[in-house]
């Protein structure tokens, strides 16, 4: 009896690090992080690779451990802001998920709205030879309005027709890829690289090869604004009527309606801004780095914002933290492959762990509380 | 072995900010219908969860048929013969009857020996079987979406037989029902002892207890007070233990005074989602100073008469004014703010965020107006102290105060929640919808006192009741609906109790 006490005592002592209830929400993320990292450490070491090794490089190639050398004009400086560069619209790409989710929308159509947002900007301002003063801007505000417009019309759809919004956006999805792929084919495309035609640098959100004591960087423009537009989501959905509003109808929609709250105004306006959002990750993704648009795909970025919203809880700061270290991740996977000579796939492997653990926050959460239970059980039985 | 088939001994079970059950100490015989009495909040449906498998104590022992046990799961009872109906029903909404009987310890069959498949069939006909022979009528092949309340209890109960339960929970099962409803369902209950079942029964309504149960328990803030013989224990004296000091069943109340006229609605009809016409041509007027009850039967059309003037369902005929004016197709917004409070049927489903807190859900009428916003922005102090102010002013109790999630609260605390609310709003005219359902005797004191002191103070009250009891203690005037009729509007005075049913089972009428 007494040696059963001890085990589960460790067990209990083991689960020290989150079993306040206060501090699940950052602890249980944490906690599958790490638990993911072990697992992959493991299948590193079963293809007979140095896990730490492999982690190391990881980081490196994201720029946050220095590299042995760097080639001309590089520096850990340049890859870590490489590393904002690509974080950056996933940052906004979360946001638009979890603002959505808040409203109780499942809005999977991030991808499409990017693609039309980013088409939308390019053909207005990304030719249109404007100055960079006007142009970066505009095109901010134009994906914003685009993907918006987008957005809205699967909240309106919903409210109007009652249509499912998961069902609205996919096929949206597919619409957008499509139709816009035909614009492309037949107006915009560079013959070389089958891509749209590259847009003027003015038009582009990423300074690229920006030179600065002897390094050439790129510098995402755009970072700064998604921690504010973070900063601002948490600010509307805590602090506002009309985040008080967008959740109501997410948590109870009878109750919303019966409180005299216009659930179908709410839910088209989520859906706008959940849009808006998506748009702002459109622009800063291919009007930021690419500064072209590939026909007839769909970024897989629209998809994967979906888990790293789930990952930080929905909660606009946790996503920065989520987006943050799902970017160094998929950064660093190149320079690992390369170094550690494990495949870049395994990098996607990680990710996939950790947002399968995280999924499973729920569950841990309530066998933490369970086991806690019968801890205290245990210790008023003893004492 | 022990006389008694479930013993818990010295049970606590304490949550966050409070102890919910502390050394509570009850043996139930076997055959024997069990009664807990208990106010709102304390402990009743903690200590039967225990015994469900819902929660573990912290401190304490329970013995099944002489054997300490240890319930970890509702399944883990199951296996005890244990089962509980809850207070608010756990069912799946689009799945059939039998899915939602079977779930989780589905028949599983091999198609030529090889395919499993969920035999559902077979699961079909034992269901009747169980059902004729309890005399719990029901189809099986229906969705729980398409089922009335009571039908959706009956599932339940099915539910815990079909997993052979020797012992049955039943969590106050008559709050949500009718008169009619509530005296068949006891028929069954007593029908179950007699085939040597053993009950626990929730309720706060003390003649159930009277009529059924062999013993009562009287909890008190999470303690035992007493264990009680019915038969020999007035139910006087049952409310007093329960309530801590003397109830008045009889409200007191000085004769109305009517004012101005404040409500009136005129030839108001109103068509289902069928498109049938569930109330039909029904005109009345409310004055300051009056509290107007509908009586009926359940589903007679009187919820959606209010719902209708609350604005939650649109009128397909007729006029609706409040003081005067013609508020027949505003928003809901709009007539909160003309002076509309609405205290909705069901609580969980139109009357709370349960994942909310509780200030938030006490301010969620509010929220949109000074001082708990100002231009937009949400003023998170004021909703606080308002709901301070509410949780001591209508007594509402719960773990945490003003942070306890409303989820977590006890089934009455969250009624007095939205009372609270509702009433705050000191609007002209208050709806009452079945206000005192799943309420404790001394709260329903309370509810009615306050129903009669916003009368007094000049509001326009519309209670809708399914309780005739209640209906004839606070109202001034009484009109009776049958068949989304007005069968007779009268004072009170001038009707009794008899004449009312009458009118009420469409019997009689003018
Ligand atoms: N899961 C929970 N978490 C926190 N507190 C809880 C939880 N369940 C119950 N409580 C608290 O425990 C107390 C007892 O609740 P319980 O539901 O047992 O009351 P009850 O006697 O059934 O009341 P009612 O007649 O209103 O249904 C209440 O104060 C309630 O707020
Ligand atoms: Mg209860």
Same mark, same amino acid.
């Given at each position: 009896m007494s040696k059963d006490n001890k085990k589960t005592s460790l067990r209990y002592r083991l689960l020290w690090p989150i079993r306040n209830e206060k501090w699940q929400p950052i602890t249980i993320p944490v906690a599958s992080i790490l638990f993911s990292f072990i697992v992959a450490a493991i299948v590193i070491l079963l293809l007979g690779k140095n896990p730490i090794q492999a982690f190391y490089n990881l980081f490196q190639g994201a720029g946050i451990f220095p590299k042995a050398t760097y080639a001309g004009y590089k520096s850990m400086l340049t890859d870590f802001l490489s590393l904002l560069d690509a974080m950056t619209p996933l940052v906004f790409a979360s946001l638009a998920v979890a603002v959505a989710l808040r409203a109780g929308l499942f809005n999977i159509g991030v991808s499409g709205q990017m693609l039309f947002s980013g088409f939308i900007a390019t053909i207005i301002v990304g030719y249109s030879g404007l100055d960079a003063f006007v142009a970066k801007p505009l095109v901010l505000l134009i994906g914003m309005i685009a993907g918006g417009l987008m957005g809205g019309l699967v909240g309106w759809l919903k409210y109007k027709f009652n249509i499912h919004e998961v069902v609205t956006t996919i096929m949206l999805n597919y619409i957008a890829q499509y139709v816009i792929s035909f614009f492309i084919h037949n107006y915009y495309i560079d013959p070389v690289s089958r891509q749209s035609k590259y847009i003027t640098e003015a038009a582009r959100l990423t300074l690229v090869n920006f030179e600065f004591a002897n390094l050439k960087m790129d510098i995402p423009l755009g970072f700064i604004l998604a921690i504010a537009v973070a900063i601002f989501v948490k600010f509307l959905l805590d602090k506002t009527v009309v985040g008080f509003e967008i959740k109501a109808v997410g948590s109870n929609r009878d109750a919303a309606k019966y409180t005299g709250i216009k659930v179908g105004s709410n839910m088209i306006l989520a859906m706008i801004i959940s849009g808006g959002l998506a748009g702002l990750a459109g622009v800063t993704y291919y009007l930021g780095d690419f500064a072209s648009i590939q026909p007839k795909v769909l970024t897989s970025l629209g998809f994967d914002s979906i888990a790293v919203a789930l990952l930080g809880n929905s909660h606009p700061i946790g996503i920065i933290f989520s987006s943050f270290l799902i970017s160094i991740i998929d950064q660093g996977s190149t320079y690992m492959s390369s170094q550690a000579g494990i495949r870049q796939e395994i990098a996607s492997v990680i990710i996939g762990l950790i947002l399968l653990f995280s999924a499973c926050g729920a569950y841990v959460k309530h066998k933490v509380s369970r086991l806690k239970e019968k801890e205290v059980d245990r210790k008023d039985s003893e004492s | 072995m022990s006389e008694y088939i479930v013993e818990m001994k010295h049970i606590t079970k304490r949550f966050p900010g409070i102890v919910a059950n502390d050394d509570v100490s009850i043996g139930i015989k076997k055959g024997e219908i069990f009664a807990l009495l208990g106010e709102n909040g304390a402990g009743k449906s903690t200590l039967m969860s225990m015994l469900s498998g819902m929660y573990e104590p912290d401190e304490g022992e329970i013995y099944i048929r002489g054997e300490k046990v240890q319930i970890s799961s509702p399944n883990h009872a199951a296996n005890l013969n244990i089962g509980m109906v809850h207070q608010h029903f756990k069912l799946v909404e689009d799945y059939t009857i039998t899915e939602n009987i079977i779930l989780g310890i589905e028949p599983i069959k091999k198609f030529a020996g090889l395919f499993p498949y969920v035999g559902i069939r077979g699961a079909n006909r034992k269901i009747e079987e169980l059902s004729k022979k309890f005399g719990l009528e029901v189809d099986p092949t229906k969705k729980i979406a398409d089922l009335t309340v009571s039908m959706q209890q009956r599932v339940e109960i099915l539910k815990v037989l079909y997993r052979e339960a020797e012992i049955l929970i039943f969590d106050e099962p008559t709050a949500v029902l009718t008169p009619q409803e509530i005296d068949f369902l006891l028929a069954i209950i007593e029908g179950l002892r007699n085939s040597g079942k053993t009950i626990i029964l929730i309720t706060h309504k003390l003649e159930e207890i009277k009529r059924v149960a062999d013993r009562c328990a009287v909890l008190n803030k999470g303690k035992l007070i007493d264990v009680l013989d019915v038969e020999t224990t007035s139910v006087n004296l049952m409310a007093q233990l329960m309530v801590g000091r003397e109830v008045n069943f009889e409200s007191e109340k000085t004769p109305a005074q009517f004012k101005e006229e404040v409500l009136k609605v005129e030839q108001l009809t109103v068509k289902n989602e069928d498109g049938f016409e569930v109330v039909k041509d029904v005109s009345f007027t409310i004055h300051s100073g009056e509290i107007f009850a509908i009586a009926g039967v359940a589903d007679n059309g009187q919820v959606e008469i209010a719902d209708a003037i609350a604005g939650l369902i649109k009128a397909s005929g007729g006029k609706i004014f409040l003081n005067g004016q013609d508020i027949t197709n505003d928003s809901i917004r709009n007539r909160t703010e003309s002076g509309i409070s609405y205290i909705p049927e069901d609580r969980q489903k139109f009357g709370l965020f349960l994942d909310f807190d509780l200030s938030t859900n006490l301010g969620s009428k509010q929220y949109y107006k000074k001082p708990f916003s100002n231009k937009g922005i949400l003023n998170k102090q004021e909703f606080d102290q308002f709901g301070t102010q509410l949780i001591e002013k209508y007594d509402i109790r719960s773990g945490q105060g003003i942070k306890t999630q409303?989820?977590?609260?006890?089934?009455?605390?969250?009624?007095?929640?939205?009372?609270? %609310?509702?009433? $705050?709003?000191?609007?002209?005219?208050?709806?009452? #919808?079945?206000?005192?359902?799943? #309420? /404790?005797?001394? *709260?329903?004191?309370? @509810?009615?006192?306050?129903?009669? $002191?916003? %009368? /007094?103070?000049?509001? *326009?009250? &519309?209670?809708?009741? &399914? $309780?005739? /009891? $209640?209906?004839?203690? #606070? *109202?001034?005037?009484?009109? #009776? @609906?049958?068949?989304?009729q007005l069968q007779k509007v009268a004072s009170s005075d001038s009707l009794t109790t008899n004449e009312v049913g009458e009118y009420m089972m469409g019997a009689k009428h003018e």
């Amino acid at each position: 009896m007494s040696k059963d006490n001890k085990k589960t005592s460790l067990r209990y002592r083991l689960l020290w690090p989150i079993r306040n209830e206060k501090w699940q929400p950052i602890t249980i993320p944490v906690a599958s992080i790490l638990f993911s990292f072990i697992v992959a450490a493991i299948v590193i070491l079963l293809l007979g690779k140095n896990p730490i090794q492999a982690f190391y490089n990881l980081f490196q190639g994201a720029g946050i451990f220095p590299k042995a050398t760097y080639a001309g004009y590089k520096s850990m400086l340049t890859d870590f802001l490489s590393l904002l560069d690509a974080m950056t619209p996933l940052v906004f790409a979360s946001l638009a998920v979890a603002v959505a989710l808040r409203a109780g929308l499942f809005n999977i159509g991030v991808s499409g709205q990017m693609l039309f947002s980013g088409f939308i900007a390019t053909i207005i301002v990304g030719y249109s030879g404007l100055d960079a003063f006007v142009a970066k801007p505009l095109v901010l505000l134009i994906g914003m309005i685009a993907g918006g417009l987008m957005g809205g019309l699967v909240g309106w759809l919903k409210y109007k027709f009652n249509i499912h919004e998961v069902v609205t956006t996919i096929m949206l999805n597919y619409i957008a890829q499509y139709v816009i792929s035909f614009f492309i084919h037949n107006y915009y495309i560079d013959p070389v690289s089958r891509q749209s035609k590259y847009i003027t640098e003015a038009a582009r959100l990423t300074l690229v090869n920006f030179e600065f004591a002897n390094l050439k960087m790129d510098i995402p423009l755009g970072f700064i604004l998604a921690i504010a537009v973070a900063i601002f989501v948490k600010f509307l959905l805590d602090k506002t009527v009309v985040g008080f509003e967008i959740k109501a109808v997410g948590s109870n929609r009878d109750a919303a309606k019966y409180t005299g709250i216009k659930v179908g105004s709410n839910m088209i306006l989520a859906m706008i801004i959940s849009g808006g959002l998506a748009g702002l990750a459109g622009v800063t993704y291919y009007l930021g780095d690419f500064a072209s648009i590939q026909p007839k795909v769909l970024t897989s970025l629209g998809f994967d914002s979906i888990a790293v919203a789930l990952l930080g809880n929905s909660h606009p700061i946790g996503i920065i933290f989520s987006s943050f270290l799902i970017s160094i991740i998929d950064q660093g996977s190149t320079y690992m492959s390369s170094q550690a000579g494990i495949r870049q796939e395994i990098a996607s492997v990680i990710i996939g762990l950790i947002l399968l653990f995280s999924a499973c926050g729920a569950y841990v959460k309530h066998k933490v509380s369970r086991l806690k239970e019968k801890e205290v059980d245990r210790k008023d039985s003893e004492s | 072995m022990s006389e008694y088939i479930v013993e818990m001994k010295h049970i606590t079970k304490r949550f966050p900010g409070i102890v919910a059950n502390d050394d509570v100490s009850i043996g139930i015989k076997k055959g024997e219908i069990f009664a807990l009495l208990g106010e709102n909040g304390a402990g009743k449906s903690t200590l039967m969860s225990m015994l469900s498998g819902m929660y573990e104590p912290d401190e304490g022992e329970i013995y099944i048929r002489g054997e300490k046990v240890q319930i970890s799961s509702p399944n883990h009872a199951a296996n005890l013969n244990i089962g509980m109906v809850h207070q608010h029903f756990k069912l799946v909404e689009d799945y059939t009857i039998t899915e939602n009987i079977i779930l989780g310890i589905e028949p599983i069959k091999k198609f030529a020996g090889l395919f499993p498949y969920v035999g559902i069939r077979g699961a079909n006909r034992k269901i009747e079987e169980l059902s004729k022979k309890f005399g719990l009528e029901v189809d099986p092949t229906k969705k729980i979406a398409d089922l009335t309340v009571s039908m959706q209890q009956r599932v339940e109960i099915l539910k815990v037989l079909y997993r052979e339960a020797e012992i049955l929970i039943f969590d106050e099962p008559t709050a949500v029902l009718t008169p009619q409803e509530i005296d068949f369902l006891l028929a069954i209950i007593e029908g179950l002892r007699n085939s040597g079942k053993t009950i626990i029964l929730i309720t706060h309504k003390l003649e159930e207890i009277k009529r059924v149960a062999d013993r009562c328990a009287v909890l008190n803030k999470g303690k035992l007070i007493d264990v009680l013989d019915v038969e020999t224990t007035s139910v006087n004296l049952m409310a007093q233990l329960m309530v801590g000091r003397e109830v008045n069943f009889e409200s007191e109340k000085t004769p109305a005074q009517f004012k101005e006229e404040v409500l009136k609605v005129e030839q108001l009809t109103v068509k289902n989602e069928d498109g049938f016409e569930v109330v039909k041509d029904v005109s009345f007027t409310i004055h300051s100073g009056e509290i107007f009850a509908i009586a009926g039967v359940a589903d007679n059309g009187q919820v959606e008469i209010a719902d209708a003037i609350a604005g939650l369902i649109k009128a397909s005929g007729g006029k609706i004014f409040l003081n005067g004016q013609d508020i027949t197709n505003d928003s809901i917004r709009n007539r909160t703010e003309s002076g509309i409070s609405y205290i909705p049927e069901d609580r969980q489903k139109f009357g709370l965020f349960l994942d909310f807190d509780l200030s938030t859900n006490l301010g969620s009428k509010q929220y949109y107006k000074k001082p708990f916003s100002n231009k937009g922005i949400l003023n998170k102090q004021e909703f606080d102290q308002f709901g301070t102010q509410l949780i001591e002013k209508y007594d509402i109790r719960s773990g945490q105060g003003i942070k306890t999630q409303v989820r977590s609260m006890s089934g009455g605390n969250q009624q007095k929640a939205i009372i609270a %609310r509702e009433i $705050e709003l000191q609007s002209p005219l208050m709806i009452f #919808v079945q206000p005192t359902r799943g #309420v /404790d005797i001394g *709260a329903i004191e309370n @509810i009615h006192r306050m129903m009669i $002191e916003q %009368r /007094d103070q000049g509001k *326009a009250i &519309l209670l809708v009741s &399914l $309780e005739l /009891d $209640e209906i004839m203690n #606070v *109202a001034d005037t009484i009109g #009776v @609906i049958y068949n989304g009729q007005l069968q007779k509007v009268a004072s009170s005075d001038s009707l009794t109790t008899n004449e009312v049913g009458e009118y009420m089972m469409g019997a009689k009428h003018e």
